[in-house]
């Protein structure tokens, strides 16, 4: 699908997305009036509910049918998102090569974020699943979202130029989370360590940013025990992908942010084994891996003025002879000892010591991790928010702020050094575990904090209830994309009022 602005031309379908808003009844008037119907009918019988579908056909018309899509009341960048895929979702097989998107309906303030949210929900909308099956040929074929397709959109008088560029931005980010997406839903027979590490170098040279590979050899050297010790029961071996991103234009004022997002390429609890009936999912515990990635392909690709340094630990916590023990005690990059009392808070260990190794080498301004971390998160704040942790309150507020504008909502957690305490150990500096079946987000939260140098600017985002959900797009659970827009819009927050510490 490429998109392109028009002017005059009509195409052959028209989507109008409308708000459930004051100013509803007069443009139902003047579509009415353009289809050649009546007005009073139309204004009955469309509300312009949130995802609400009304096709009219114009017989007099060029334009033969137009797609009135409801927003519900809010004027907001998802529910324009949210819309907008459900509606392409749903109608994709019938619409045509060239689909219109009326937007000039939309004041100036507006324009640029909807456009940005259309052009991504559409795209998205088109997403398809199922990479691994033999029946490629879907009949009919949909037209819209082959390679010929336009999405031709129609703005206000005098926007072009503006509206085109948010209309590229919403590609390239629809681009990018149908990429993530993909590795997301990968099996994990699909991605072992050494294949998402591929995947990334790759995607690294695609873009244009740095990716340096630490293999077996080089944990082993290096002393990241912890990250080893996850690793240890697999025949694929864990890895330590760094990344770097430096914008052409940096100058000493560029700001530094810095990403770490967690790895398992599949999740079985090691020893401490997890139940079997929904083990299935936990192909998706590289989720914060995902999205760190999603990060570094969208700043390269918009070139966007800021530096960024990145590590994912990868790893798949198995069962073996040679997987880690309840009771182990194993070594970390930053010198704590780790008495594992629970193999399957792998996640926590293999984080510690990529944010102690990314910290030994660089210094940047903020500091975030992000990963599928606990189930506990889901029991406190369910699927609707990630659960967001640091002791900076700029910075809650600046992530807060980013998640809320592009509707990856986050929810802050408190960070009481109560909760630490549970976290001693007998035998060890540390236990990954408190042996307490209560706060365990917050514990986790607390264990990774031991790792994190005393940062002044850092968070740690639980993505477990966000990164991989139930949707109208798929039968079972799949990739959202989630931290993709909220952490490249902090990054962007970040590039226009700078933290500095
Ligand atoms: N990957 C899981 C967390 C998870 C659970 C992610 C559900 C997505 C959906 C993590 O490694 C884990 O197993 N956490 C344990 C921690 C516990 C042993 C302290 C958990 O949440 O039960
Ligand atoms: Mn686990
Ligand atoms: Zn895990």
Redesign the pocket.
């Known amino acids: 699908m490429t998109v392109k602005i028009i002017d005059k031309k009509s195409p052959d379908a028209l989507i109008i997305p409308l708000l459930q808003d004051d100013s509803l009844p007069g443009l139902l008037a003047d579509i009415a009036a353009r289809a050649g119907t009546d007005a009073s009918c139309l204004q009955r019988d469309f509300l312009a509910e949130q995802k609400e579908v009304f096709v009219l056909y114009a017989s007099g018309s060029p334009v033969i049918r137009f797609y009135l899509l409801g927003l519900g009341k809010k004027n907001g960048f998802a529910e324009m998102l949210v819309a907008t895929r459900s509606f392409s979702h749903r109608y994709k097989a019938k619409l045509p090569l060239k689909t219109g998107l009326d937007l000039r309906h939309f004041s100036n303030a507006d324009l640029a974020r909807l456009t940005d949210a259309a052009v991504t929900g559409i795209s998205l909308g088109l997403y398809k699943m199922g990479k691994f099956r033999t029946e490629k040929n879907e009949k009919p074929a949909p037209l819209f979202g082959s390679g010929k397709s336009e999405l031709q959109i129609m703005a206000p008088p005098g926007t072009n130029a503006q509206t085109l560029a948010a209309a590229r931005r919403g590609e390239v980010f629809a681009a990018v989370t149908q990429q993530i997406m993909d590795l997301m839903n990968a099996p994990g027979n699909r991605k072992t360590p050494d294949m998402v590490a591929d995947w990334i170098k790759n995607a690294g040279e695609e873009s244009g940013f740095n990716v340096k590979v630490l293999g077996k050899e080089d944990i082993i050297s290096e002393g990241l025990d912890a990250l080893f010790a996850v690793g240890k029961g697999s025949p694929h071996p864990p890895a330590l992908v760094l990344l770097d991103y430096t914008p052409v234009t940096r100058t000493k004022k560029t700001p530094f942010v810095g990403l770490v997002g967690k790895g398992?390429t599949f999740?079985t609890?090691g020893v401490?084994l997890?139940p079997s009936s929904n083990m299935h999912?936990?192909k998706?515990?590289m989720g914060g891996a995902a999205a760190v990635l999603g990060v570094f392909i969208v700043a390269a690709s918009l070139q966007l003025p800021v530096r960024l340094t990145g590590a994912i630990p990868l790893a798949e916590?198995m069962v073996d002879g040679l997987s880690i023990k309840p009771g182990d005690v194993i070594g970390s990059y930053a010198g704590k000892t780790i008495e594992v009392t629970?193999t399957?808070?792998?996640?926590r260990l293999i984080l510690a010591d990529a944010l102690a190794y990314l910290l030994k080498k660089e210094r940047p301004d903020a500091l975030i991790d992000v990963a599928?971390?606990?189930?506990?998160i889901?029991r406190a704040i369910g699927y609707f928010a990630a659960g967001m942790f640091t002791q900076n309150d700029e910075l809650a507020e600046k992530l807060a702020r980013s998640g809320s504008n592009c509707g990856e909502r986050l929810w802050r957690m408190p960070m009481w050094d109560e909760y630490g305490t549970d976290l001693k150990s007998d035998v060890a500096d540390l236990r990954n575990?408190?042996g307490k079946p209560m706060a365990?987000s917050i514990s986790?939260a607390k264990f990774i904090e031991h790792f994190t140098d005393k940062h002044p600017a850092w968070a740690h985002l639980d993505i477990?209830?966000t990164?991989?959900g139930d949707s109208e797009f798929a039968q079972g659970k799949s990739a959202t994309g989630f931290g993709i827009r909220l952490l490249t819009e902090f990054v962007e927050e970040m590039i226009k009022t700078p933290m500095r510490h």
Do not use: H
Not at 344 to 347: F, R
Not at 372 to 376: F, W
């Open positions: 398992v999740d609890g401490s997890k999912l936990m998706s515990d916590n629970d399957d808070a792998e996640g599928t971390l606990t189930g506990s889901i575990f408190t365990e986790a477990a209830g990164a991989f």
